[in-house]
């Protein structure tokens, strides 16, 4: 199957709320139950979400969850748009840093 390489964005709702949960840790089971689906549902959708979005590993979703949090601070951050030190916006460049090394050492 062709990757899409869709932005996270480009998501539907349903597969952006399944690849938050599960990008924050939550378990596959806790997922089902809190959005009443069934587990198989969930597994597909992630499944589906790492095509579209053309990766084959969790932190790379983490990754680009990161970095779409990292653009949309700055489009609304006044410190970010004036080019002053921000510490959502470091904090969050430090955690794509992290991504970046749990992907490298898989």
């Not at 964005?9 to 069934?38: D, H, K, M, N």
Request: hydrophobic share 40%.
């Amino acid at each position: 199957m062709p990757r899409r390489n869709r932005a996270f964005g480009e998501l539907t709702e349903r597969q952006a709320q399944i690849a938050l949960l599960y990008a924050a840790g939550f378990a596959r089971t806790y997922i089902a139950s809190s959005l009443c689906v069934e587990e198989v549902t969930v597994d597909a959708s992630i499944a589906r979400t790492y095509v579209d979005l053309g990766i084959n590993r969790k932190a790379q979703l983490c990754k680009i969850m990161v970095e779409t949090e990292v653009n949309a601070h700055r489009q609304y951050c006044a410190d970010c748009q004036g080019r002053f030190i921000c510490l959502t916006y470091e904090t969050l460049r430090s955690k794509i840093k992290h991504y970046q090394r749990v992907e490298s050492a898989a």
